[in-house]
T-cell receptor, first 115, second 114 residues
Framework: DTAVSQTPKYLVTQMGNDKSIKCEQN?????MYWYKQDSKKFLKIMFS???????INETVPNRFSPKSPDKAHLNLHINSLELGDSAVYFC??????????????FGNGTRLTVT | KQEVTQIPAALSVPEGENLVLNCSFT??????LQWFRQDPGKGLTSLLL?????REQTSGRLNASLDKSSGRSTLYIAASQPGDSATYLC?????????????FGKGTHLIIQP
């Protein structure tokens, strides 16, 4: 009955590969997000997405792309992986688009290691 | 550009003590401020959300205050327990700061000694 679930929990891959991380939320939330937490534990927004609008943080390379087959899913695709992509990636969701005071619900994270 | 700073970066106290975690932000034009808890290998759990018009929020042994004009928030934990050991993150939601306007601090790593 996990609210926001991500798979896989761990992902080890080589430079240059293409990989995907899946995220699903069963909370009925309208908006989903991807965050990156680097080795210094700094958490930064990558994308926010609802059924109408994708907002991309300007610092995110275009090798990263979110894909949403439906409102409950937001998957993260990464092309041509680089060493600097190693981090923990968190998926999150919030209840309603445009509602400012919506607490975020996070998944448990995917630890990506690029060798 | 919004910047969020948390002090101290790490804190270790004996069980039973009351403690205060600090968060400061540079741009006072915020909608709200949230405190999260992160356990090792886990995601973030939202603890408290304070709207910009509010001064404080309470949940059990936790009390968060907000002074928007001075750009400060504190998280007060009463009668600390070993289960409170975790990293506590502060985040502000403003008009800028990224795809959802949420800017995080680097967190305070808290250890409660039994």
């Amino acid at each position: 009955d996990t609210a926001v679930s991500q798979t896989p929990k761990y992902l080890v891959t080589q430079m240059g590969n293409d990989k995907s991380i899946k995220c699903e939320q069963n909370l009925g939330h309208d908006t989903m997000y991807w965050y990156k937490q680097d080795s210094k534990k700094f958490l930064k927004i990558m994308f926010s997405y609802n059924n109408k609008e994708l907002i991309i943080n300007e610092t995110v390379p275009n090798r990263f792309s979110p894909k949403s087959p439906d409102k409950a899913h937001l998957n993260l695709h990464i092309n041509s992986l680089e060493l600097g992509d190693s981090a923990v990636y968190f998926c999150a969701s919030s209840p309603r688009t445009g509602v400012v005071h919506s607490p975020l619900h996070f998944g448990n994270g995917t630890r990506l290691t690029v060798t | 550009k919004q910047e969020v700073t948390q002090i101290p970066a790490a804190l270790s106290v004996p069980e039973g003590e009351n403690l205060v975690l600090n968060c400061s932000f540079t741009d006072s034009a915020i909608y709200n401020l949230q405190w999260f808890r992160q356990d090792p290998g886990k995601g973030l759990t939202s603890l408290l959300l304070i709207q910009s018009s509010q001064r404080e929020q309470t949940s059990g042994r936790l009390n968060a205050s907000l002074d928007k004009s001075s750009g400060r928030s504190t998280l007060y934990i009463a009668a600390s327990q070993p289960g409170d050991s975790a990293t506590y993150l502060c985040a502000v939601k403003g008009s800028g700061g990224g795809a959802d306007g949420l800017t995080f601090g680097k967190g305070t790593h808290l250890i409660i000694q039994p």
